[in-house]
């Protein structure tokens, strides 16, 4: 009891305080990544400080989710959009059953330029587009990060999101990482392949060729014991989606995650060129829901793979809705820089169903 008031009263502190930071941050001019760039700081002091504490909430023992060799301690794991350290730490404090590290590329590529992250309205629902273009500083410099023994003294799975703009990328990328791991003594790593990158120029990536994704995968599996999930988007149509599940039920310990931000223009949410530099990018936030329901009802009509629904999961009934018809884990991103403190309120419920 005392922990649920707790984070209800967390909850409300942080949504201020985040709020009093992008007005008085990222209004003017307009620009959410410097809020994001403030916040981050902010809080890795607070991750390095006796405050972090206060965001320690224990996991009931009884919604672990096992997925082929992996436990995940509650079905809600952070999609992948960060790699810094302090802000995966603050999600394991809060009780998420494993993270994802952002998407790694085969060399440093500091993405778009900005304005290029923004808050947003669309269908009525808070949302946010970017059009990052997969910053990142390289997978030599990610190495080193991997074996972080803050992140993996919790013991719960941790995802190594790869990108790449070829094959050979792919797999290089892969390469290099299966390689380090190996000589690792954590072995709760799985890897995530980012078929589709809507904040790019087109939107577009090895989701076009499904024949290059089965070999990318077949050669990972080759290679590596380790679960693979392969993350499609929303703009993927029904036959594409079946198709990738055609190809995973087919390969042993895989996943598929049904979820990534789906692709607009910026005009259709009031966004112009002054405050945002490409032509659209990547929407996150509730609106997604309803799609990711829905795939996740299709996909498990048809297919016996386990389910990542990723896609505005944003409350209790959300996650409850798709654990009911299909997913074996939900996916968070919006919610976990809003309101991360909903995410021990999840687990609790969920504890009582």
């Known amino acids: 009891?005392?922990?649920?008031?707790?984070?209800?009263?967390?909850?409300?502190?942080?949504?201020?305080?985040?709020?009093?930071?992008?007005i008085l941050i990222a209004k003017i001019p307009k620009d959410l990544e410097r809020a994001i760039v403030f916040g981050d700081a902010l809080n890795h002091l607070l991750m390095i400080s006796p405050f972090k504490q206060l965001f320690k909430f224990s996991i009931p023992k009884n919604i672990q989710v096992k997925i082929?060799?992996?436990?995940?301690?509650?079905?809600?794991?952070?999609?992948?959009?960060?790699d810094d350290v302090s802000s995966l730490l603050q999600w394991q404090l809060i009780g998420i059953g494993g993270i994802t590290y952002k998407?790694?590329?085969?060399?440093?590529?500091?993405?778009?330029l900005r304005p290029r992250i923004q808050e947003v309205s669309y269908d009525g629902n808070y949302g946010i587009l970017n059009s990052l273009g997969l910053p990142t500083k390289g997978v030599s410099k990610f190495l080193p990060k991997i074996d972080n023994k803050k992140l993996t003294k919790f013991n719960r799975p941790i995802g190594i999101s790869i990108g790449g703009n070829s094959y050979e990328e792919y797999y290089s990328v892969f390469y290099e990482i299966e390689s380090h791991l190996n000589s690792l003594n954590f072995s709760q790593f799985f890897y995530e392949v980012n078929i589709s990158?809507?904040?790019?120029?087109?939107?577009?990536c090895l989701s076009d060729d499904l024949e290059t994704l089965k070999k990318?995968?077949?050669?990972?599996?080759d290679t590596s014991s380790r679960v693979i999930v392969v993350k499609v988007s929303p703009d993927s149509s029904d036959?594409?989606?079946?198709?990738?599940?055609?190809?995973?039920?087919?390969?042993?310990?895989?996943?598929?995650?049904?979820?990534?931000?789906?692709?607009?223009?910026?005009?259709?949410?009031?966004?112009?060129?002054?405050?945002?530099?490409?032509?659209?990018?990547?929407?996150?936030?509730?609106?997604?829901?309803?799609?990711?329901?829905?795939?996740?009802?299709?996909?498990?009509?048809?297919?016996?793979?386990?389910?990542?629904?990723?896609?505005?999961?944003?409350?209790?009934?959300?996650?409850n809705e798709l654990l009911k018809n299909g997913a074996s884990l939900t996916g968070m991103a919006t919610l976990l820089v809003s309101d991360p403190f909903q995410i021990p309120l999840i687990n609790y419920r969920l504890s009582n169903d």
């Open 216 to 221: 990318l995968i077949l050669n990972f599996r």
């Open 103 to 112: 998407t790694v590329l085969k060399q440093p590529s500091k993405g778009n």
């Open 1 to 22: 009891m005392l922990n649920k008031l707790r984070a209800r009263i967390l909850s409300l502190q942080f949504r201020a305080i985040r709020r009093t930071v992008i």
């Open 239 to 319: 036959e594409e989606v079946l198709r990738v599940c055609e190809i995973l039920s087919n390969i042993s310990k895989t996943v598929i995650n049904v979820g990534n931000s789906k692709y607009i223009k910026a005009n259709t949410v009031g966004l112009t060129s002054k405050n945002f530099s490409k032509e659209g990018g990547g929407l996150s936030g509730k609106s997604l829901y309803k799609n990711t329901l829905r795939t996740v009802k299709m996909i498990s009509s048809k297919y016996d793979i386990p389910i990542i629904a990723t896609g505005g999961v944003s409350s209790y009934e959300n996650v």
């Open 68 to 82: 082929h060799d992996l436990t995940f301690d509650s079905p809600i794991i952070s999609a992948s959009f960060k």
């Open 197 to 204: 990158c809507p904040n790019t120029d087109d939107g577009k």
